[in-house]
């Protein structure tokens, strides 16, 4: 159990950052680089990832965090999804899309987690009050 004072303590956002990291090291090489809707598409898709819940954390309520993690999930969702067309287009080796799905499916199941945990505050509770605890 922690309190976290600011987005960037959430360990959430520290894997969805390392998740973009991920995404735009592969997205400059080879075939991928060179497909600019896809690459695009799951840059952003990360991206998201890691903006909702910082956007969400800063709402400073226990609901709109939630509407934004919401967010989130749904584009990690589009982000593993997008990592089946880039293997399936060989532009990532099965290994990286591993690395990426097995990314994105933690922290996928952590938010649910923090959602779960979230609903339990009332609507109107500050984020800054409540303690953090979504588990492994």
Do not use: P
Request: hydrophobic share 30%; charged share 30%; glycine share 8%.
């Amino acid at each position: 159990m922690a309190s976290v004072k600011k987005f960037e303590d959430l360990e959430i956002w520290q894997l969805a950052r390392e998740l973009v990291k991920d995404v735009y090291k592969l997205t400059q090489k080879g075939g991928f680089s060179k497909d600019y809707g896809l690459k695009d598409q799951i840059r952003r898709s990360s991206v998201s990832v890691m903006n909702n819940i910082s956007e969400g954390f800063e709402s400073r309520t226990t609901k709109r965090f939630i509407n934004y993690l919401g967010h989130a999930k749904g584009s990690c969702g589009e982000t593993r999804s997008i990592t089946y067309v880039a293997l399936d287009c060989e532009y990532i080796s099965e290994s990286e899309f591993q690395v990426l799905y097995d990314r994105c499916t933690k922290i996928s199941r952590k938010i649910q987690k923090l959602i779960s945990y979230l609903e339990g505050y009332g609507s109107n509770d500050r984020i800054q009050d409540v303690v953090v605890n979504y588990g492994t």
